[in-house]
């Protein structure tokens, strides 16, 4: 089976930076992706890492290490409507189907 | 708006109750997906169509039932549930293409719950 750890919450204030961690096992692992969720909302998509390094989009990178089976995803110049739930899903290999954690919520605080 | 539509966005039904979800995408994506979500749970998959064949069913109970009748839209037939299902349903859909990712396009989800 697969499994994603991710911490269940984080604050911070407005402008800073923050670091979303995400920890996976899987087998037949593919990539990495992000996804946001706002109160009430439908998760949308932010990134997608399939080789290591850093993806930048914006305000947000995203990271990936396969040998530590580790990512994370950045968040700069934060704002107050980055508050939303986060969540890292895995891709295992030839499929786009997505294991989800359990999501990190990010408290952004004026 | 995602391009993926979902209804009604929210129903309360008893135990002994039939009832259907409606998805419909609007994205001429060939892949789509219901997902379960519960509080302080991850989303869990439940059922994933690809070009309208049902291609994974993750140990899902039999009182759910999911249809697919084309490409554009998607069901999900609910009888005789249990409290314990009360959750936001959401569905979605990607356009697949083997060995290459595509991100996933969600509806607003259904918020069910069961009495």
């Known amino acids: 089976g697969q499994s994603l750890e991710q911490p269940s919450e984080v604050t911070a204030v407005e402008g800073a930076i923050v670091q979303i961690n995400c920890t996976y096992q899987?087998?037949?692992?593919?990539?990495l992706s992000w996804y946001q969720q706002h109160d009430g909302g439908a998760p949308t998509f932010l990134s997608y890492?399939?080789?290591?390094g850093l993806e930048e989009t914006g305000r947000f990178s995203s990271f990936l290490s396969r040998s530590d089976s580790y990512g994370y995803l950045l968040l700069q110049e934060l704002q107050m409507k980055d508050s939303a739930s986060y969540f890292c899903?895995?891709?295992?290999?030839?499929?786009?189907?997505?294991?989800f954690g359990k999501g990190t919520m990010l408290l952004v605080s004026p | 708006e995602t391009g993926v539509t979902q209804t009604p966005r929210h129903l309360v039904m008893g135990m002994t109750n039939k009832k259907s979800l409606k998805c419909e995408q609007h994205?001429?994506?060939?892949?789509m997906y219901w997902y379960k979500q519960s509080a302080k749970k991850p989303l869990e998959l439940m059922f994933v169509?690809?070009?309208?064949?049902?291609?994974e069913n993750n140990s899902v109970p039999s009182r759910f039932s999911p249809e697919c009748p084309n490409s554009s839209h998607l069901f999900l037939h609910l009888h005789t549930l249990q409290p314990e299902d009360s959750a936001l349903y959401l569905c979605?859909?990607?356009?697949?293409?083997?060995?290459?990712?595509?991100?996933?396009?969600f509806g607003p989800g259904t918020r069910l719950t069961v009495l």
């Open positions: 979605a859909s990607s356009q697949e293409s083997s060995w290459v990712y595509n991100e996933q396009f």
């Open positions: 899987t087998s037949g692992f593919y990539g």
């Open positions: 890492n399939a080789l290591d």
């Open positions: 899903a895995v891709s295992l290999t030839g499929y786009s189907t997505l294991t």
């Open positions: 994205l001429g994506h060939n892949a």
């Open positions: 169509y690809s070009l309208e064949e049902r291609v």
